[in-house]
């Protein structure tokens, strides 16, 4: 039997096919469960309709975490097309590139409330705006780093923001908890996407993960995918509030 046989999944983050949040839609897929999307703005919309065609989405929308608006427009089709939500993936996180270009002591105060916002605040809007269209026992997911708890190189700005959001996570634990909902982290490792682009000498992490990490490889968007799926299913059904790493192993190892 399919892992998310008739599971509703609403993903936010996907903007093209190289990202987490689109083979974490794909196994979801395959795993049996149904697709709701959404895009940031019209120039990814080109992108992520396509894909959501391809994924077979019971629908595709509009989605801006900095406009209020748009989560109740969310929470009305969602009510509209599955009634309830039985997973919810948080794959999204936004830094001004010149706030990550700068010295971190020298970030601006609309940079790190901005980034603050789309990539921390997000989660908990997001989860408060459909916390009665949850099901029992559905399962909320967010991406994180490693860069939330130790330093890495040029992470800056997101890193913070990822601190922001694991800690969110575990107050929401608590909230969401009450209904029987659990929501936990992924902490993948570094992996080629769009968002990645934006980092500083993000070729010179993929290589030390490479070469010191005790897999000697790294991670695959496949890879969190399957973590996500074991995170969305009845397999974790004791597991909430917790981050757990998805890096070859490359968090455990001694600078």
């Known amino acids: 039997m399919k892992l998310l046989a008739g599971k509703k ?10 990202s987490i ?78 706030d990550l270009k700068k010295p971190f002591i020298e970030t601006s105060r609309e940079g790190f409330a901005q980034a603050m916002d789309i990539s921390a605040y997000s989660l908990m809007k997001l989860c408060n705006t459909l916390k009665d269209s949850f099901s029992e026992e559905a399962s909320v997911l967010a991406m994180t780093y490693h860069g939330s708890v130790k ?28 209904r029987k909902v659990r929501i936990n982290c992924i902490s993948a490792g570094p992996i080629r996407t769009l968002a990645a682009s934006g980092i500083p000498g993000f070729r010179d992490i993929l290589k030390d993960v490479e070469e010191r990490s005790p897999l000697k490889r790294n991670v695959t968007q496949d890879d969190v995918a399957n973590t996500a799926v074991y995170l969305a299913s009845r397999l974790s059904s004791g597991v909430t509030g917790q981050v757990i790493y998805v890096d070859s192993g490359h968090s455990q190892v001694a600078l």
């Open 151 to 178: 330093i890495v190189k040029n992470y800056n700005l997101m890193g913070v923001a990822k601190a922001a959001l694991e800690c969110i996570t575990r107050y929401l634990s608590i909230d969401l908890g009450e």
């Open 9 to 18: 999944a609403v993903i936010l983050g996907i903007a093209n096919e190289r």
């Open 21 to 98: 949040a689109y083979s974490i839609a794909k196994l979801f897929k395959d795993e049996g469960a149904e697709l709701g999307l959404t895009y940031v703005n019209e120039a990814l919309g080109k992108r992520v309709i396509p894909l959501s065609e391809e994924l077979g989405a019971k629908f595709v929308i509009p989605m801006d975490v900095t406009v209020d608006g748009d989560y109740e427009n969310l929470k009305k089709v969602v009510e509209k097309e599955f009634g309830h939500v039985d997973i919810l993936i948080h794959s999204l996180a936004f830094a001004n590139g010149e």
